[in-house]
């Protein structure tokens, strides 16, 4: 009887190994250490404060998924009425 076959395990391992290196090295990211100061805003010229905006994360498929959604929920709505009418 012949041996079963160990080029499946090869192949899984290699690729769990490949996964598990992914995972251990993560992406390298610059890390800003910054101390808690008391933020004193300074006059300036227009006599407005400056501020600081938080960066804008961008969903491009937000949009047309709540439509998508919408339009689901007005087909089902109109559905449910139809159904009470006749029912």
């Known amino acids: 009887m012949p041996k ?6 090869a192949s899984q ?7 598990q290196q992914a995972i251990s090295v993560p992406a390298a990211s610059p890390v800003t250490v910054q101390e808690d100061r008391p933020v004193v805003s300074t006059p300036t010229a ?5 501020k600081t905006k938080a960066p ?14 919408g339009i689901l929920a007005g087909v089902i709505l109109v559905i449910l009425v139809v159904l009470a009418l006749v029912l």
């Not at 804008?56 to 959604?69: G, M, N």
């Open 56 to 69: 804008v994360v961008k969903y491009p498929y937000v949009t047309d998924e709540l439509r998508q959604i």
């Open 13 to 19: 391992n290699r690729k769990k190994r490949m996964r």
């Open 46 to 50: 227009s006599g407005a404060a400056v």
């Open 4 to 9: 079963k076959s160990r080029r499946g395990k």
